[in-house]
């Protein structure tokens, strides 16, 4: 079964490079998948609903580190983690775009579920959809932190359902 780790190490170097993960590919990540010297890699989703390609977290980890320039993911569905990560998409590097992605937010997910931080200038996080599947007594964190050392990063067309139980801390 090809996973991304696989498909991000074997894409090339060059910018414009792209991976199209399958309708219906399902996937439980425990190793953080970075994109260190992958500038300008397109992480492409097909499919929609709840035909598009799920990632479930199973590690204490950054799931995609996004340390790079210019990256691109889209159309992609974060189930809610089995493991407790750091987040679920941390991004390092200018450039990036986050669009169009489904994030279930659960109780194991208790740290920044995105997370733009210094060095991500012109970070775009775009029409994306955020939903706690936690309890009252058991909240996810914030499902979107941009901090506030970050220039030119734009959140644009999100979706925050809280749901009946609602976000720990404040999102965006």
């Known amino acids: 079964k090809a996973t991304l780790a696989s498909a991000i ?10 991976i199209l993960v ?3 590919h399902t996937e439980s990540i ?7 010297n992958k500038a300008g890699l397109t992480v492409l989703g097909l499919g929609s609903g709840s035909t598009r390609p799920r990632f479930t977290c199973t590690g204490a980890v950054d799931l ?10 889209e159309n992609l569905f974060f189930v809610t983690s089995t ?3 750091t987040s679920r998409i941390k991004v390092t590097a200018a450039g990036c775009t986050i669009k ?3 994030f279930q937010c659960g109780t194991t997910d208790t740290t920044d579920t995105v997370l733009v931080t210094t060095g ?11 939903i706690s599947t936690g309890t009252t ?9 941009i901090n506030a050392a970050v220039l030119g990063a734009v959140g644009t067309g999100n979706t925050f359902d809280g749901s009946t139980g609602g976000f720990s801390g404040n999102s965006f």
């Not at 007594?137 to 932190?145: G, H, K, T, V, Y």
């Open 9 to 18: 190490s074997q894409a090339g170097t060059n910018a414009m490079d792209t």
């Open 22 to 24: 399958k309708s219906g």
């Open 30 to 36: 425990s190793s953080s998948q970075a994109f260190t």
């Open 64 to 73: 995609l580190a996004v340390s790079v320039t210019d990256v691109w993911l």
């Open 83 to 85: 493991g407790t990560p």
């Open 100 to 102: 169009n992605c489904y």
């Open 120 to 130: 991500a200038t012109n970070c775009r996080v775009q029409d994306c959809y955020f």
């Open 137 to 145: 007594a058991l909240q996810p964190a914030r499902a979107l932190r």
